[in-house]
């Protein structure tokens, strides 16, 4: 098993910052990687100073640097590519400003500077080192200098008044070279800047290839890089990364050879005109070599016979099309070549003779290897489905919210987002969070919206200024924090029942059996003095009732403790076979006398399985939730009132218990809290009622849930599993 190679590490420079060079880049880095057979990886380095520092440090492979860096690491480098622009390898910084405010050398003088960085040659050094020249040092020429980054923001500084003047590259010192550098920035607004001053040339930027790279991967990427122009694979774009035209080998220094070329096959490039029976006029190639054949010497051939039946039929074919047709046509084909897959796109063009000129119609044929490059689609492909196929909302906004860009994910999960605009609850948590400036770890934004938790990530894009955002349904996860530290709380607090229970349980019994002490002797004590006709006996009955009401606070606090014990306590290690319906019907007992006030009763009992469990404590749990709904409605609609109570078997077998009240319902907020202990929203309440219910019903393996609507009423369901291996018992009429 082989090792796989370490990657190229290729640092960009910081000018290179705006969005669509991350693409180029990206791009650059996959053609590198296809040609060389080593995956090579590209990253920008944030400031001029962090690249110098990692070149001199020694980490980086291959490194897109200034001139002046080109120009001090190229005695310890392996190589140095210098960029050509226009034919040249070196250029010339000019110094613009805004045509309507025309500067001078002589009217330079309390202006306001915008430059790109220390470290940048066309954007700072070039134009500083030549004001210095005439005997105007910048620190004593302008009144401010501000550095911006990259050329595009020196350059919209100038545009929007925030500075006067700013410096770009140009590979002639003449005004049209520079307007074509300045629309490379800030498309056409550069009408409205104006070039007035041009410094001396300087050696271009480059690619410094270090001395921790492999001589041969050097060799093989110095052939690459300088066959990239001209090559016919139609990869000329991928050099709009670094505005440049191709790349030139510096002379090195000392003793030290060029590296030799290395070998790499040059892409097919073949252009041929036919005549009217596809016999070969004229016939060219770089090489001399055409799909794998030789190809000179092919004037007067037919083409089929130069090229090969494989190549040669697609060819004629077009050629063919396009002479019949008067209009030329395109194709794509694939062939083997050298035992190898290539892809080939060929354009035919027909050629009429001029007016009165002898001579007939031919055909001019123009075909061009694909391959590098239909790779290269795909990957551009690839990189552009990103946002659009992402599962997840992406959005990208501008410096203040306004939506630049949002995937179908993004608009599927928020409808409004167009019609809310910056108003878009997401949109200004983002906006909020990136203004805050978070600290690096720091928990990032929540959003709650339509019953979803949707947490942000913010990250902020620098040419041009925005906020790219990608949100996260964490919804279940909120669900599980919630429940896990509902949970821990009710662990907590049942801990803390099992303790108040206990320590307030004997005391409690003191004072019950105190309390019916003192009763008993006061009432028997109450009557001798009635047959004695004394006066106290009054007064006697007025300490009776007294005690009496004590008694009834002692047995409310008595049931609290019950309750309270009921949370702490663990199911029952025994349990039986019991028959729900009547104990649903003993319940509805209990509270009929409540209930004959308040609601008119329907019964849906059908027949349901056994449970497993504790009778008592499933006679608690219908009596609280029986209570809990006859509560809720109203005295004054009784009328109208209507408590359901049904029974039926669930479609896994389970038993299922529903009480539905139609009293005024409850808000989600209220409903989110309902099975809290301690949680009411009537003043009498203990608001254990309800906790101590679910707490039983979760014992007994089942669950108790709740649904309501404000203005419409609530249902409780109580769903258990069936006990096993039992008949199921005949449900009772309803009554």
Same mark, same amino acid.
């Not at 880049?25 to 990692?54: C, D, H, I, M, N």
């Not at 001078?104 to 790109?116: F, I, M, S, Y």
């Not at 369901?717 to 006990?723: E, G, K, S, Y």
């Given at each position: 098993?082989?090792?796989?190679?370490?990657?190229?590490?290729?640092?960009?420079?910081?000018?290179?910052?705006?969005?669509?060079?991350?693409?180029?880049?990206?791009?650059?880095?996959?053609?590198?990687?296809?040609?060389?057979?080593?995956?090579?990886?590209?990253?920008?380095?944030?400031?001029?100073?962090?690249?110098?520092?990692?070149?001199?440090?020694?980490?980086?492979?291959?490194?897109?640097?200034?001139?002046?860096?080109?120009?001090?690491?190229?005695?310890?480098?392996?190589?140095?590519?210098?960029?050509?622009?226009?034919?040249?390898?070196?250029?010339?910084?000019?110094?613009?400003?805004?045509?309507?405010?025309?500067?001078?050398?002589?009217?330079?003088?309390?202006?306001?500077?915008?430059?790109?960085?220390?470290?940048?040659?066309?954007?700072?050094?070039?134009?500083?080192?030549?004001?210095?020249?005439?005997?105007?040092?910048?620190?004593?020429?302008?009144?401010?200098?501000?550095?911006?980054?990259?050329?595009?923001?020196?350059?919209?500084?100038?545009?929007?008044?925030?500075?006067?003047?700013?410096?770009?590259?140009?590979?002639?010192?003449?005004?049209?070279?520079?307007?074509?550098?300045?629309?490379?920035?800030?498309?056409?607004?550069?009408?409205?800047?104006?070039?007035?001053?041009?410094?001396?040339?300087?050696?271009?930027?480059?690619?410094?290839?270090?001395?921790?790279?492999?001589?041969?991967?050097?060799?093989?990427?110095?052939?690459?890089?300088?066959?990239?122009?001209?090559?016919?694979?139609?990869?000329?774009?991928?050099?709009?990364?670094?505005?440049?035209?191709?790349?030139?080998?510096?002379?090195?220094?000392?003793?030290?050879?060029?590296?030799?070329?290395?070998?790499?096959?040059?892409?097919?490039?073949?252009?041929?005109?036919?005549?009217?029976?596809?016999?070969?006029?004229?016939?060219?190639?770089?090489?001399?070599?055409?799909?794998?054949?030789?190809?000179?010497?092919?004037?007067?051939?037919?083409?089929?016979?130069?090229?090969?039946?494989?190549?040669?039929?697609?060819?004629?074919?077009?050629?063919?099309?396009?002479?019949?047709?008067?209009?030329?046509?395109?194709?794509?084909?694939?062939?083997?070549?050298?035992?190898?897959?290539?892809?080939? $796109? #060929?354009? %035919?063009?027909? *050629?009429?003779? &001029?007016?009165?000129?002898?001579?007939?119609? @031919?055909?001019? /044929?123009?075909? !061009?290897?694909?391959?590098?490059?239909?790779?290269?689609?795909?990957?551009?492909?690839?990189?552009?489905?990103?946002?659009?196929?992402?599962?997840?909302?992406?959005?990208?906004?501008?410096?203040?919210?306004?939506?630049?860009?949002?995937?179908?994910?993004?608009?599927?999960?928020?409808?409004?987002?167009?019609?809310?605009?910056?108003?878009?609850?997401?949109?200004? $948590? #983002?906006? %909020?969070?990136? *203004?805050?400036? &978070?600290?690096?770890?720091?928990?990032?934004? @929540?959003?709650? /919206?339509?019953? !979803?938790?949707?947490?942000?990530?913010?990250?902020?894009?620098?040419?041009?200024?925005?906020?790219?955002?990608?949100?996260?349904?964490?919804?279940?996860?909120?669900?599980?924090?919630?429940?896990?530290?509902?949970?821990?709380?009710?662990?907590?607090?049942?801990?803390?029942?099992?303790?108040?229970?206990?320590?307030?349980?004997?005391?409690?019994?003191?004072?019950? $059996?105190?309390?019916?002490?003192? *009763?008993?002797?006061?009432?028997?004590?109450?009557?001798?003095?009635?047959?004695?006709?004394?006066?106290?006996?009054?007064?006697?009955?007025?300490?009776?009732?007294?005690?009496?009401?004590?008694?009834?606070?002692?047995?409310?606090?008595?049931?609290?403790?019950?309750?309270?014990?009921?949370?702490?306590?663990?199911?029952?290690?025994?349990?039986?076979?019991?028959?729900?319906?009547?104990?649903?019907?003993?319940?509805?007992?209990?509270?009929?006398?409540?209930?004959?006030?308040?609601?008119?009763?329907?019964?849906?009992?059908?027949?349901?399985?056994?449970?497993?469990?504790?009778?008592?404590?499933?006679?608690?749990?219908?009596?609280?939730?029986?209570?809990?709904?006859?509560?809720?409605?109203?005295?004054?609609?009784?009328?109208?009132?209507?408590?359901?109570?049904?029974?039926?078997?669930?479609?896994?077998?389970?038993?299922?218990?529903?009480?539905?009240?139609?009293?005024?319902?409850?808000?989600?907020?209220?409903?989110?809290?309902?099975?809290?202990?301690?949680?009411?929203?009537?003043?009498?309440?203990?608001?254990?009622?309800?906790?101590?219910?679910?707490?039983?019903?979760?014992?007994?393996?089942?669950?108790?849930?709740?649904?309501?609507?404000?203005?419409?009423?609530?249902?409780?369901?109580?769903?258990?599993?069936?006990?096993?291996?039992?008949?199921?018992?005949?449900?009772?009429?309803?009554?």
């Amino acid at each position: 098993m082989t090792t796989p190679a370490a990657p190229i590490r290729f640092l960009l420079s910081p000018s290179l910052g705006e969005v669509k060079e991350h693409v180029r880049a990206e791009l650059f880095s996959r053609a590198l990687t296809q040609r060389l057979g080593r995956p090579v990886v590209v990253e920008l380095a944030p400031t001029y100073e962090a690249l110098e520092r990692e070149l001199v440090e020694g980490r980086v492979d291959l490194a897109w640097a200034t001139a002046e860096q080109c120009t001090a690491f190229e005695p310890r480098s392996r190589a140095v590519l210098r960029a050509v622009r226009a034919g040249r390898w070196y250029y010339h910084a000019a110094l613009v400003c805004r045509a309507e405010r025309p500067l001078t050398l002589e009217t330079l003088k309390g202006t306001r500077a915008a430059w790109v960085a220390p470290r940048s040659t066309g954007g700072y050094l070039l134009p500083a080192s030549h004001l210095t020249a005439h005997g105007l040092p910048p620190a004593d020429t302008f009144a401010q200098e501000r550095f911006h980054g990259t050329y595009r923001k020196a350059l919209l500084a100038v545009l929007e008044g925030e500075a006067d003047v700013a410096s770009i590259y140009s590979s002639h010192p003449e005004e049209n070279t520079v307007r074509a550098y300045l629309a490379e920035h800030v498309g056409a607004d550069e009408r409205r800047l104006t070039p007035f001053e041009f410094t001396e040339p300087t050696l271009a930027d480059g690619l410094i290839f270090t001395a921790r790279m492999p001589e041969a991967d050097v060799t093989a990427l110095v052939s690459i890089l300088t066959s990239l122009a001209g090559g016919g694979a139609g990869l000329e774009p991928l050099l709009g990364l670094f505005d440049s035209e191709g790349f030139v080998l510096s002379s090195p220094p000392g003793p030290r050879a060029t590296p030799a070329p290395l070998g790499v096959k040059r892409a097919e490039y073949l252009a041929a005109e036919l005549d009217a029976r596809e016999r070969c006029m004229r016939l060219w190639t770089p090489t001399g070599l055409a799909f794998g054949r030789t190809v000179r010497h092919a004037e007067g051939q037919p083409l089929e016979a130069v090229l090969g039946p494989d190549a040669g039929d697609a060819l004629v074919a077009l050629a063919r099309a396009a002479r019949h047709s008067g209009v030329g046509g395109r194709v794509e084909y694939r062939l083997e070549v050298d035992g190898e897959t290539r892809w080939y $796109a #060929a354009e %035919a063009t027909v *050629r009429a003779p &001029a007016p009165g000129a002898p001579g007939s119609t @031919t055909t001019a /044929l123009l075909v !061009r290897d694909v391959t590098e490059l239909r790779a290269l689609e795909n990957e551009l492909y690839r990189l552009a489905s990103f946002p659009l196929l992402h599962p997840e909302p992406m959005l990208e906004l501008g410096p203040s919210g306004e939506l630049r860009y949002a995937n179908p994910a993004a608009h599927t999960a928020f409808p409004d987002l167009l019609v809310r605009g910056t108003g878009h609850p997401l949109v200004e $948590a #983002a906006l %909020a969070w990136a *203004r805050r400036g &978070a600290a690096v770890g720091e928990t990032p934004p @929540t959003v709650h /919206l339509g019953g !979803r938790y949707w947490e942000l990530t913010v990250a902020p894009l620098v040419d041009p200024e925005g906020l790219r955002v990608f949100a996260k349904n964490v919804t279940a996860r909120k669900q599980m924090e919630a429940q896990l530290f509902k949970a821990d709380r009710m662990a907590a607090l049942g801990s803390l029942a099992a303790a108040v229970g206990h320590e307030m349980g004997n005391p409690l019994a003191y004072m019950l $059996a105190n309390l019916g002490f003192a *009763r008993e002797e006061l009432t028997r004590l109450k009557q001798a003095l009635r047959e004695e006709g004394h006066a106290l006996a009054g007064d006697v009955d007025d300490v009776v009732e007294a005690l009496v009401e004590a008694t009834d606070g002692a047995d409310r606090l008595k049931a609290i403790v019950q309750d309270l014990r009921m949370l702490s306590r663990a199911p029952p290690e025994h349990r039986e076979a019991v028959e729900v319906v009547p104990v649903l019907e003993h319940a509805l007992s209990l509270v009929r006398g409540e209930l004959r006030h308040r609601a008119r009763l329907e019964k849906d009992f059908r027949p349901v399985p056994l449970v497993e469990g504790d009778e008592g404590r499933l006679g608690q749990v219908f009596v609280n939730l029986l209570l809990n709904a006859v509560q809720a409605m109203s005295e004054l609609d009784a009328t109208r009132n209507v408590l359901r109570v049904a029974t039926y078997t669930g479609p896994a077998g389970e038993v299922v218990v529903e009480v539905q009240d139609t009293g005024v319902g409850m808000s989600p907020e209220v409903l989110a809290r309902l099975f809290e202990p301690f949680f009411s929203t009537r003043p009498a309440s203990t608001g254990l009622g309800l906790s101590v219910s679910h707490a039983i019903v979760s014992s007994l393996g089942g669950s108790l849930r709740a649904e309501s609507r404000e203005g419409v009423g609530t249902t409780l369901t109580v769903i258990l599993p069936a006990a096993p291996s039992t008949p199921s018992p005949s449900g009772r009429e309803p009554g």
